[in-house]
């Protein structure tokens, strides 16, 4: 078992920064590629970003356009999402993931929730106008 909590969503004004923070604990966490994922109200979870076991290979959504960033340390049992220029649309709940998968199944399927094994709670992302 992995047990995964995030922090650091709130209420931000359009064109602000924030930096998510995924914890997790259970299980050695370099074994797990990570990603995150947001719902907003009314809408399917979709896909922001995924990185890999080692961090060494990211992945991003099309729509994140440069602004947010994916990032481990796995000395601290961690992920980030640092998102930048913020806008209404951003706003959802953001919830970090964890998989336990090859590298090569990873790259092909990182941007599916079906293949996630652990999900965290989410934080609210708010942005206003």
């Known amino acids: 078992q992995v047990q995964l909590v995030e922090s650091g969503g709130g209420l931000v004004q359009t064109g602000g920064s924030l930096r998510l923070s995924c914890a997790a604990s259970?299980?050695?966490?370099?074994?797990?590629?990570m990603g995150w994922f947001r719902q907003a109200p009314g809408k399917e979870r979709e896909f922001v970003a995924a990185i890999s076991r080692s961090g060494d290979n990211t992945y991003y959504a099309d729509f994140v356009k440069g602004r947010f960033t994916i990032s481990r340390d796995n000395a601290k049992n961690s992920v980030y999402l640092q998102i930048n220029s913020l806008k209404p649309e951003d706003t959802a709940v953001y919830h970090c993931a964890a998989v336990s998968a090859t590298p090569t199944y990873f790259r092909r399927s990182y941007s599916s929730s079906k293949i996630y094994d652990y999900w965290g709670q989410g934080t609210q992302v708010t942005v206003s106008s």
């Open positions: 259970g299980h050695t966490f370099s074994r797990y590629a």
